[in-house]
Every structure is written in structure tokens, then in C-alpha cells.
């Protein structure tokens, strides 16, 4: 055997886990990411009294495959007077940093590709924060006019709240005091409670500045169908798009994650440490199961022969899961996978609530004017950040220093920032009525 | 024989596309290349075990400063603004501080190794895994020892932003 095989193999040997868990990433985020749309498809019919995509496959179940090969096929044009290897290159440093940020993510106990990094959210929000790279360059590098105002609003938007995320993060930090993903979560399981209820006003911040970064509605200014035809994206087509919308979708599983983690209690049942509530551990494979029950009810219900055996596929699927999730409850010996595999199932039940709450926005509110985003940003987000990164810092005090109870603190110290925030709010207001009267109406470049 | 494969990886990328940054005509090239250099850069750092550093760089320079540095050149347009602004003397200034910063490079690496103690070079660094977490420690000296330091930074940076407001206001009033 060659010196170096016997390095490969001992690096294999090494590391298989981690590559494992890599592979996984990248295989499987896009087919999920293809999902989502399905859902956000299938959420908005529902939300609009229609029934969304229901031709491939039973209930449109093979709609994401189909539109998959459909990218695949579709002819890629670039533009004439474009730079051609920026515009070669945006949409893929938009996928990349999405993928990159995910490895430094914990989906488990045990599946995270970057284990011991000792920055980790701030590895997750400073790459996925790269992504903005690709969209500026990509909308300058189309040469279109409805591009290059996408990509600066864009970037006008993502700088802005950036900042208030980042205050945000910086409090749920000062509770579990590492900036370890893992030990984020341990900490939260240490203390008894989800961090949420220690720092609400922080997680709001977080879900606001979050659906801003990931540029959805009501914050989608950088991709305004009705004014910019698609933004930055307007000159993109087929799978160079697709490319674009991976990453959007990706971005969304980051931010989802990163307050899951922070905030949500990362892949801890709901009352870890409270034992006669064990029997929650039965949960995961009984919504699975109630999932497999449901397509056998809808299967009898399905108009061609065909559509009824996939759906009977569906639920054998769901069946076997359930079964994978439910044996190691019972059998003593398998007991050691039930951390990991439960951990994962109830960390991305967190994160798709998460992303259940963006589409549920996305279709109740309409989209934000350019200089309302700007002020709710800058005039209210950061201050009140600001404002509650010094709370957290006193509730902290409070229960360390002088023995308050720490919901008694929380609370507290929240009221305090919400009376602050209501003054900004009345400030705020006041000032617009004063700057909407005509003498003093200053053209706003960014406006409309 | 990783850690040097890993090594000359970025070292060379670093090198690479720093001189190519400074060779291109076009601004936004440059740009995506200088972004390059600088994640380069951070590889290195996290080679050397300087995970707060590597991320700062990546979330400061790439994250922020490149992205403004971007923004600007995009709303310029720099076909035009190349006959205006042209410093005669900017090539001799930077011959010059090239120069010099060679020859105060190649003292540092030359000395580094005959003072024992007085180098950059430590002859045998200590495993990476007998360190101490290297941001806990970048704070607690920040904030200890090197603390009146990092207070004044602060109140530059203030007085930076605070003049950049103030810059801005009275281009507004002036309208």
C-alpha cells in the first residue's frame, strides 16, 4: 500500500462523518428547498380558497421534480452587453454561501459538519451574509436597469438589517454566554427554558430583520414583481435562476435555524428536563404515522389507479419512518440513536414553524414602501436591539447579583423595552406627521 | 503535509488574485477579486487557530466593507470618472511604499530567527489543542490589558460616523 493511500484512508478514516454530513447537506437541500415551494405553493391556495398545484402526482406531489427538469431544459440565455463571468458567477456564490453556512449548523446532537468550531453562529450569519455578494453582482452584471436597482436595494436593505439581527443575536449570547452552537443548546437545556421566553423581544427583532435578509415579503423591495419585474433577477433564466432560488431557500433554512438555535431550543423537546413529560418522545413517530394515515384516506379518494399507489407509497414511506423513529424507544439496545434522531425531528419541526410564520406573512401583509423600510430599520429595529441588549444585560444582573427569578426579570426588564420602544414608535410618528407637511417635504431618492 | 498543502492553497490564491486585483481595468473586477484576497486571508487565520479573527475578517471586511466598497463603484460610473481624477504622482508614491515595506519585511523574516525570545517566529508553537480558545482570550486581553486602547479606537470610530452625519446633513440642508 502506497504512502499515500494510507493518508487518504486515514483522512477518510478521520473525517467520514463530517463528509458524510456534507454530502448529505448538499444532496438533500435542494430537493427540501424544492418542497418548501410545493408547501408555500399548496399554503397560499389555501390561504386564497384555492387548491395550488394538483396535475403531477396526487395533490401535486411531483410538482418540485417536474419543475426541477423543466430549469434543467430551459434555455439559458445570457445577455449581450452582460459581463459574462460575473453573470456566471453571482448566482453561484448566492448557492454557496447558503450551503457553506449550513455546515457550521447543528440539525442534532450528533449531525453537524463543522463540529468543535468555536465561532459558530457567528460562522453561520458571516458566510450566509456573503449571499448579498451574489445578488449585487449579479444584478449589476445583467447591464439592466430594473437589475442594478434590485441589487442596490438589496444592498441597502440587507446592511441595514444586518445590523439590527445582529443586536439581536448579540442578546440571546449574552444568556447562553459561548458562542458554540452546541453549547447554545446545552445551555437553553441547563436552564430549563427555550430562550425565547428569557428574551421575546429579541426573537421578534431576529424574526423581522430575518424576513428582511432573506429579502420575502413584506420586505421583498429587491425582487418587486409589480415594479422591478424580478429585481436583480429580471435577466436570469433557467438554471442559473434556479440557482438564485436554491439559495433564497437555503437562506431560509439558515435563518430558521439560527433562531431555532438561539432562540427555540435547538433540537430539545419541549420541557427537556421534566420527567414525567417523557412520554412526548412518542410524538415524532406518531405524527409521522398520522401523516402516513392521512395519505391512506386521501389514496381511496385519488381519480386514477396510479395516483392511488403512489399515494399508498407515500404512506408505506410514512409507515416505515414512524417504525424507524418508534423502535429504539422500545428496544433497549438501539436506545443510544434516540437523541440524534429525535433531536433532528423536532429541530426541523422548529424551523419549519419558522418558515410556516414567513409564508403566513408573506401572504397576510402587503409590501413595504422603500422609506417605511428604511424607518423601521433604522428609527425603530436598532434602537430598540440596542435598547435590549443593555435589558438582557440588567435581567442577567438582576438574577445573578440580587436573586430575582428569572421570569420575574425577564419580565421586567421587557416591559422596560417595550415602553421604550412605544416613545420611539410616538416619536417616530410624530416626526413623519412633521415631515409630510409640504414645507418640509425633502425628495427621498429613495422612494417608490 | 496537509497543513502545508491547506497553507500554500490560500497563500497563493491570496497572492494570485492580490496581483490581479491591482492589474484589472474594470473596478467591479478588481473588487471581486480583492474579495478573494480577503477570504483568502481568513483561511490563513484559521489556519493559525485565530477562529475570532477569521470570522471577523469574513463578517467586517467581506461581509461590510467590500459590499459598500461594491455598492459605490456600481453607482459610479468609473469610464468617466478615470479622465478626472488622475494623480501623476501615485505610481512614484506607491513604488515608494512598496519598497519600503519589503525591506521592512524581509528585516522582520531575517532577524526574526537569530533573537531568541524577540521573533515573530516561534521556533515550536504549542499544539493547536493545548491553546486557550482563542476568542475568550482576544476578549480578556481587549478588555484588560489593551483596554484604554480599545476605548479610544471606539470613540475614533464615533467620531468618524458621527462626522460622516454630519457631512451628510449639511448636503441635505444645502439643497
Known amino acids: 500500500m502506497t504512502p499515500t493511500l494510507q493518508a487518504i484512508l486515514t483522512f477518510l478514516q478521520n473525517w467520514w462523518v463530517e463528509i458524510t454530513c456534507g454530502v448529505v447537506i448538499v444532496a438533500v437541500v435542494p430537493l427540501i428547498a424544492g418542497y418548501v415551494v410545493l408547501v408555500e405553493r399548496k399554503l397560499m391556495a389555501d390561504m386564497q380558497a384555492r387548491l395550488g398545484p394538483m396535475r403531477v402526482g396526487p395533490h401535486g406531489l411531483l410538482q418540485p421534480i417536474a419543475d426541477a427538469v423543466k430549469l434543467l431544459l430551459k434555455e439559458d440565455i445570457i445577455p449581450d452587453n452582460a459581463d459574462k463571468l460575473i453573470f456566471w458567477l453571482a448566482p453561484v456564490i448566492s448557492m454557496v454561501a447558503a450551503m457553506t453556512s449550513m455546515g457550521a449548523i447543528a440539525f442534532g446532537p450528533t449531525f453537524q459538519v463543522a463540529r468543535d468550531i468555536n465561532v459558530g453562529i457567528l460562522f453561520v450569519i458571516g458566510v450566509s451574509s456573503l449571499g448579498l455578494l451574489g445578488i449585487i453582482l449579479g444584478g449589476w452584471a445583467s447591464n439592466s436597469h430594473y437589475s442594478i436597482i434590485g441589487a442596490i436595494r438589496s444592498t441597502a436593505q440587507l446592511v441595514s438589517y444586518e445590523t439590527a439581527a445582529g443586536f439581536a443575536i448579540v442578546s440571546a449570547l449574552l444568556l447562553a454566554g459561548t458562542l458554540k452552537i452546541r453549547a447554545i443548546v446545552e445551555a437553553q437545556q441547563q436552564s430549563g427554558v427555550w430562550f425565547i421566553f428569557l428574551a421575546p423581544i429579541a426573537f421578534f427583532i431576529y424574526l423581522v430583520a430575518s424576513i428582511a435578509e432573506t429579502n420575502r415579503a413584506p420586505f421583498d423591495l429587491p425582487e418587486a414583481e409589480s415594479e422591478l419585474v424580478a429585481g436583480y433577477m429580471t435577466e436570469y433564466s433557467g438554471f442559473r435562476w434556479s440557482l438564485y432560488f436554491l439559495g433564497e431557500y437555503a437562506n431560509m433554512i439558515v435563518v430558521g435555524s439560527v433562531a431555532t438555535t438561539l432562540f427555540l431550543g435547538g433540537w430539545l423537546r419541549p420541557f427537556p428536563n421534566v420527567h414525567w413529560l417523557d412520554w412526548l418522545d412518542i410524538v415524532p413517530p406518531l405524527m409521522i404515522a398520522a401523516a402516513g394515515v392521512y395519505c391512506v384516506y386521501r389514496a381511496g379518494k385519488q381519480p386514477a389507479p396510479v395516483q392511488t399507489w403512489f399515494m399508498w407509497a407515500v404512506a408505506l414511506a410514512c409507515f416505515a419512518v414512524a417504525a424507524i423513529f418508534a423502535v429504539p424507544l422500545f428496544v433497549a439496545p438501539l436506545k443510544f440513536v434516540v437523541p440524534g434522531l429525535h433531536g433532528a425531528f423536532w429541530f426541523l419541526l422548529k424551523v419549519s414553524g419558522y418558515i410556516y410564520v414567513f409564508m403566513w406573512l408573506r401572504f397576510t401583509l402587503p409590501r413595504y414602501r422603500f422609506d417605511q423600510l428604511m424607518h423601521l430599520g433604522w428609527y425603530i429595529l436598532i434602537p430598540l436591539a440596542i435598547v435590549n441588549v443593555l435589558a438582557v444585560g440588567v435581567a442577567m444582573i438582576l438574577e445573578a447579583e440580587f436573586g430575582w427569578n428569572h421570569w420575574l426579570a425577564a419580565a421586567v426588564t421587557s416591559l422596560v423595552t417595550l415602553g421604550i420602544a412605544a416613545f420611539l414608535v410616538n416619536l417616530h410618528d410624530k416626526r413623519t406627521a412633521a415631515a409630510s407637511s409640504p414645507a418640509a417635504s425633502v425628495t427621498d431618492p429613495y422612494a417608490g | ?175
Open chain 2, 1 to 175: 503535509m496537509l497543513a502545508s498543502i491547506v497553507f500554500y492553497f490560500f497563500a497563493g490564491m491570496a497572492v494570485a488574485s492580490a496581483a490581479l486585483m491591482v492589474t484589472r481595468r474594470n473596478a467591479v473586477h478588481s473588487a471581486v477579486l480583492l474579495v478573494t484576497t480577503l477570504l483568502a486571508t481568513a483561511g490563513i487565520f484559521l489556519q493559525l487557530r485565530a477562529e475570532f479573527i477569521f470570522i471577523a475578517q469574513i463578517i467586517l471586511y467581506v461581509g461590510g466593507i467590500m459590499v459598500l466598497f461594491i455598492f459605490v463603484i456600481m453607482l459610479v460610473r468609473f469610464d468617466v470618472a478615470l479622465q478626472h481624477i488622475r494623480f501623476r504622482l501615485q505610481r512614484w508614491v506607491a513604488l515608494f511604499v512598496a519598497l519600503a515595506l519589503g525591506v521592512e519585511i524581509t528585516i522582520v523574516l531575517l532577524f526574526a530567527r537569530r533573537l531568541p525570545g524577540q521573533g515573530l517566529l516561534i521556533e515550536e508553537p504549542a499544539s493547536a489543542d493545548k491553546l486557550p480558545p482563542n476568542t475568550e482570550e482576544l476578549a480578556r486581553s481587549l478588555f484588560s490589558s489593551y483596554l484604554l486602547p480599545f476605548e479610544i479606537v471606539s470613540v475614533l470610530l464615533l467620531v468618524a460616523m458621527v462626522g460622516a452625519v454630519v457631512m451628510a446633513k449639511k448636503r441635505i440642508n444645502d439643497q
